[in-house]
């Protein structure tokens, strides 16, 4: 089993509970929110999409095995074969600078907890917003991971070095992007916009957004320094942690203003922007 697959269970059903929330209550939550607000069809459109990229890859990666990749002592890596940017920035492994890397990403994604300085009535919506990005954005790069084979950069070095379950699981293979750093900007950048929305004249707004990703940005420097990562991994999954971070709960500010409008019809689901 993929090492991966641990957080994404935990993430998938901590994020499953509280969309069984949102369907049975974001009703009576919908227009509380001076900022924010919840809407009972398109949470659920979203969090569906969550469920089905989260829930993809474990069927893919944990019961179908796609793609899962077979070490082969024999094979040689030559550096000389990885583009002279990422080759810059290589690194050997490291097993302190991989469990350092662990403990910056549980930070970052812990970093949402400032929130809890918003109004009780506001805690429900925060929840079910961190849990829709949590649940898109594992979703989108372990799905990126199983359709993109690339190998990690201690792959490089000498085999005496390798992670040993890396190499039994495949994840020896699973580069691209880096999923720390995915995690890490989605839970900075969430915390960062959604708390500037909630204080936008606070002082505090300033340490929370550099505190934040000064956090995911050292969570991505420790992927590259352990050997994990490449240079391009973890930029890559910065951008897809700081687009979803933002735009999930950017999405959640039209409803105040029944800017943003989701229905069903004969046909199927329409969207409608007031811009």
Request: charged share 20%; aromatic share 12%; with cysteine.
């Amino acid at each position: 089993m993929n090492k991966n697959s641990i957080p994404v269970k935990i993430i998938l059903s901590a994020a499953l509970a509280i969309m069984l929330c949102v369907t049975a209550g974001a009703q009576s939550f919908r227009g509380r929110g001076e900022v924010f607000a919840l809407d009972g069809l398109k949470d659920g459109l979203i969090f569906g999409s969550g469920v089905l990229l989260s829930g993809g890859d474990l069927l893919l990666d944990n019961v179908l095995e796609f793609n899962r990749q077979k070490y082969d002592p024999s094979k040689v890596y030559d550096k000389d074969d990885v583009n002279a940017f990422d080759r810059f920035f290589m690194n050997s492994y490291s097993s302190s600078l991989d469990r350092a890397g662990d403990v910056g990403v549980a930070l970052c994604l812990m970093t949402p907890a400032v929130l809890l300085a918003t109004d009780k009535s506001e805690w429900f919506t925060v929840a079910a917003m961190y849990a829709e990005t949590l649940l898109i954005a594992n979703g989108i790069k372990e799905l990126t991971k199983l359709c993109v084979t690339r190998a990690r950069p201690y792959m490089y070095y000498d085999a005496s070095t390798y992670p040993e379950n890396d190499i039994k699981d495949g994840d020896f293979a699973n580069s691209f992007p880096s999923g720390h750093s995915t995690m890490a900007f989605a839970g900075a950048t969430f915390a960062s916009y959604t708390f500037s929305k909630y204080f936008p004249d606070s002082p505090y707004r300033y340490a929370v957004t550099g505190g934040s990703y000064a956090l995911a940005l050292a969570t991505a420097a420790l992927r590259i320094k352990s050997g994990n990562h490449f240079m391009t991994d973890v930029m890559t999954g910065g951008a897809i942690g700081t687009v979803v971070g933002f735009l999930v709960p950017w999405m959640h500010t039209f409803n105040n203003k029944n800017d943003l409008n989701v229905g069903l019809t004969g046909n199927g689901v329409f969207v409608r922007v007031k811009w």
